[in-house]
Structure formats: structure tokens, C-alpha cells
């Protein structure tokens, strides 16, 4: 017998049919002998109906109030919020139906305790000591993902994707053996097939790998997900709710490099058409500049991801560029904007029409030639690259949005990931 957390997204519980479907796996888990909790998305399309209400009603609030969307943070999270608690209560009551002794369980009620940083919340703490319990009877916790409750006792929202780190979350806090993410996609693919119809399906991926990818643009799995399973040794399995899970269909593993076996020295091509581009010009050339622009984004909450400092043709003066996602660029603007008295630079430029591609592998660890050959497949298509970022297993180029398709292809190409 094994505990396991199984999460389902939003096109999983899209409706009263794909919920009733859901309670068949669960069931199917309960009836093999397991101990069994599950969290939930919203239904398909939910949480962005929420927001869009949001927005209509909030547009014309002008206060000192932090805003997200034109709401005042802490009723935005109250509001967007809503859309799990009505899917777990709908497959508690599909399970019901199918004999299962079930109940939902909102955030506040475990409770997942976070940070006080709304709509963008990190968890804290997860209490186990009821739900626990309820789980070791045989009830089976049906938990509303994506959600949490604050220190002043409001609701709090975890970001987008944020279903998969409560999951996650709530496996370690019940010692689980696995938590399995059931998603529309079968596994984690070489790269998107939609692009590439010739990408394949991983069998297994190191959590590392998976972190990179997911970082990187790859939409299985959300970043914070993956970064806590792999500091908690936490084996995760991506599935889809659409098929049944066979030996044909087993899904892929993300696992400790050890149990992740080496097959290529790439494994997967990601791409992102969420960024943005700024670039400070003549800023003053002296250390601790960039710092004060991190910090400068930092406090704004905006994640600065590839930064570049260009040589000026004066020794006192330089240009620095960098990345954010595109959804933040109107705000980093007007922080930019509002401390360039501290920060010192002459002027500024951003561009939103640029894409981030990037190869990962736990491979190049101990491989040459990665670079060379991502560089020269570029080139060979005439894709110029704007920024580079690098880390142990992973190089990112910053390019044109319009040759982020061409580039896909090229290199799962160049390093022959469609070979079985």
C-alpha cells in the first residue's frame, strides 16, 4: 500500500463528465489499497472569467493600495480563489457517488499557511494534524489547490500553476510516496509537439532537468513544483487524465538524477514567448549599479531573469540589458521610471517581441561542443541571438519572437532527439 497525492489540472475537471472520470482514477487508486489525497485546479478557462470580473468592476479604484489586475490584492485572491473550492467540492460529491468516503478541504481549513505577498504567495507551512488523520482513516481529502491563507488570516493566492505546488506541498507534508500531476499531455516531451510532431515522450527526467525546463517555458509543470520535490527527494509522475495509464502509457517520471538514466547529452529543447526586453542605457559604470536595479525589481516583485552589461564607448558609462516576463514590463517600467534618480540612467528602451529559446541536459555536464553546435544551427538560419544566459545544464538565447518556431526545430534537430 502507498500514500499518494494526485493532482488534476483544469482540463481534467473541465466538466461534470471529465470530473466523474476523475473519480473513476481515484477510485481506481482507492480500491488497489492506497491512501489517497487529491488537489484540483479550477475548471478550464475559470480562474481567467475570474479575473476578467475582477478587472471590470475594479478598473476605476484609484487608492494606495498595492493593485493586481486594477483590484486591491487581497480581494483579487478572494475572488480568483473561488474556482477550486467549487471543484472540490463537485468531485467530492463524484466520489461520494462512487461509494468513497470524501471530503473538500479549502486552504485556510488545512490550513497552508503562506507569506503575505498576494496573488504571488510562497507556502509557509502546511499543518498536517487534520488532515493527516482524515487520511489514515480511509477519508480520501479533496484539496483546492492553488490557494492558502496568510498570517492576518486572509485567503492567499500561489500564481499561476500554483495547483502544482500545493500538490507537491502537501505530499511532502503527508510523507507520500509519489505525487502523480495529471495533466492533457501524456509525459514530458523532447520538446513541444505541437512544433515538432517528430518530439518524444521521457520515460524519466532528473528533477534538475525538469526544474530548467520548467523555468524555461515548458508548461507541464510549474517551476516552485519542481524545486520542492527535488529538495524533498520527492518522486513526481506526469500523466494524462485523458487515457488510460498502461505500460504503453506510463507517463514520465521526474526523479533523482541517479534514477534518471542518461540517454543524451540533451535533453530537451524549451522555449518562452513570455519576455520582455529592457535596456538602461548610459548608466554609470561603477559596482553596485546592477545591484540597485535587482533591487529596484526585487522590491516590485518582478523576476529579472538574463542580464547582459555592454561595454560603452566611455570609460564611465554603460549599457545594461536584461530580461523580465512580459506581463511585469508595464510595472518595471514605471519603477525604472520612478527611481531613476537612484538607479542614474540616461535613458531606457524594452521590447515585448523577443522569445527565449534554451537546450537542457544534465549531459553537458561533461560534454564539450553543446554551444558550438546550438550557435552553428542558429546560424544556418540566419537567427540572430540578442543574449545568452548559461548555467551547468542548461544555454538560453534571447531572439526575435518570429523565429522562435524555426529555432525549435532546428536544434531538436542538431541534436538528434527525435532518433529513438
Known sequence: MARIVMKFGGTSVAGPERIRHVSRLVTAE?????????????????????????????????????????????EYDSVVASGEQVTSGLLAIALRRRGVRARSWLGWQIPLKTDMAHSKARIAEIENSAIGPSLRSGQVPVVAGFQGVNERGRISTLGRGGSDTSAVALAIALKADRCDIYTDVDGVYTTDPRIVPE??????IAFEEMLELASLGTKVLQTRSVELAMHNNLSVRVLTSMAEVDDVNPGTLV????????????????????????????????????????????????????????????????NLTFTIDKHDLEKALAVLESNRDEIGH????????????????????????????????????????????????????LIDSEYTELAVRALHGAFGLEVT
Open 255 to 318: 526523479c533523482h538524477e541517479d534514477e534518471a538514466m542518461e540517454e543524451r547529452v540533451v535533453s530537451g529543447v524549451a522555449y518562452s514567448r513570455d519576455e520582455a526586453r529592457i535596456t538602461l542605457l548610459r548608466l554609470a559604470d561603477r559596482p553596485g549599479m546592477v545591484a540597485k536595479v535587482c533591487k529596484a525589481m526585487s522590491d516590485a516583485n518582478i523576476i529579472v531573469d538574463m542580464i547582459v552589461q555592454g561595454i560603452s564607448r566611455s570609460d564611465t558609462v554603460s
Open 346 to 397: 540616461e535613458s531606457l528602451k524594452s521590447d515585448s517581441n523577443v522569445s527565449k529559446v534554451s537546450v537542457v541536459g544534465i549531459g553537458m555536464r561533461s560534454h564539450t561542443g553543446v554551444a558550438q553546435t546550438m550557435f552553428e544551427a542558429l546560424a544556418a538560419r540566419n537567427i540572430n541571438i540578442e543574449v545568452i544566459a548559461t548555467s551547468e545544464i542548461k544555454i538560453s538565447v
Open 199 to 204: 518530439a518524444r515522450r521521457l520515460n524519466r
Open 30 to 74: 482507492v480500491r488497489a489499497g492506497h491512501e489517497v489525497a487529491v488537489v484540483v485546479s479550477a475548471m478550464s478557462g475559470e480562474t481567467n472569467r475570474l479575473v476578467r470580473l475582477v478587472d471590470e468592476l475594479a478598473a476605476d479604484i484609484i487608492n494606495s493600495d498595492r493593485i493586481v489586475g486594477g483590484a486591491v490584492e487581497d
